[in-house]
């Protein structure tokens, strides 16, 4: 089997926890935003990058452009959770995964049924009035055009880490913690240049695996490369 030495490791780790990043959604439908065809997009709706277009300073000067950008190109429910999801969301019924830890904000990893999802960047599922704080769903972002707001006027705002903004301190800290006690973890659909992957990278001593299309700059440290479709990789673990 192409990927035993993978199943291998999984079995044989007591304890492993998944990290993933833009690329476990690309097989699902969803545009990478960071990608040469997302900032081609960006560049030339917007004239600007979607670094800038989901920046915080941006979106408290433009919120209705933000929130343009934002409904066209991150709010995106009609997707499907690939081999990868529902691969992992088994590991974890089986007792063989602790937890997922994503850059997503997809909710894709629910949706497959992980239940222990750490959303570093936060959800499009949670959004909230800066003002008063009250919780809203996606719907009211969804089912709105131009600035979406609260019964007490406030801007409802997704619960989604912008650019400029620092990543929840709780769901980074858990995450932190399931990598500190993790003997293997899975790197998946991610290059690791986007903060704050690397530096969980660097608390976790363990065995490494990385499956990621492209070579990363961290090929060299992991234990396991893997240079494949991450939906295929998990597709062949049999689990
Ligand atoms: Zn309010």
């Known amino acids: 089997m192409k990927n035993g030495k993978l199943a291998e490791l999984i079995e044989k780790s007591p304890r492993t926890v998944f990290f993933g990043g833009a690329g476990v959604s690309t097989e699902s439908g969803i545009p990478d935003f960071r990608s040469e065809n997302g900032l081609f997009k960006a560049l030339e709706k917007y004239g600007k990058s979607p670094e800038i277009l989901l920046s915080?300073?941006?979106?408290?000067?433009?919120?209705?452009?933000?929130?343009?950008?934002?409904?066209?190109?991150?709010?995106?429910?009609?997707?499907?959770?690939?081999?990868?999801?529902?691969?992992?969301?088994?590991?974890?019924?089986?007792?063989?995964?602790?937890?997922?830890?994503?850059?997503?904000?997809?909710?894709?990893?629910?949706?497959?049924?992980?239940?222990?999802?750490?959303?570093?960047?936060?959800?499009?599922?949670?959004?909230?009035?800066?003002?008063?704080?009250?919780h809203y769903g996606i719907e009211k972002i969804k089912e709105t055009t131009?600035?979406?707001?609260?019964?007490?006027?406030?801007?409802?705002?997704?619960?989604?880490?912008?650019?400029?903004?620092?990543?929840?301190e709780d769901t980074f800290d858990q995450a932190l913690d399931e990598v500190r006690n993790a003997s293997l973890m899975i790197v998946g659909?991610?290059?690791?240049?986007?903060?704050?992957?690397?530096?969980?990278?660097?608390?976790?001593?363990?065995?490494?695996?990385?499956?990621?299309?492209?070579?990363?700059?961290?090929?060299?440290i992991a234990d396991l490369v893997i240079h494949e479709p991450i939906g295929k990789v998990f597709s062949e673990l049999d689990v």
Request: glycine share 8%.
């Open 146 to 168: 131009g600035i979406p707001r609260c019964e007490c006027g406030g801007i409802i705002r997704p619960d989604v880490v912008l650019y400029e903004e620092i990543p929840p």
């Open 189 to 220: 659909g991610t290059s690791l240049v986007v903060y704050p992957a690397a530096n969980l990278l660097q608390y976790f001593r363990g065995t490494v695996v990385l499956i990621n299309l492209s070579p990363t700059y961290y090929d060299s």
């Open 56 to 134: 915080r300073s941006f979106f408290d000067a433009h919120p209705e452009v933000f929130f343009d950008y934002y409904r066209e190109n991150l709010l995106i429910t009609d997707v499907e959770p690939n081999s990868a999801h529902l691969a992992l969301a088994r590991l974890e019924e089986k007792g063989k995964l602790s937890a997922v830890i994503t850059q997503n904000i997809d909710g894709l990893h629910q949706k497959a049924g992980s239940s222990r999802v750490l959303e570093l960047h936060g959800s499009i599922y949670r959004n909230y009035c800066m003002k008063c704080g009250r």
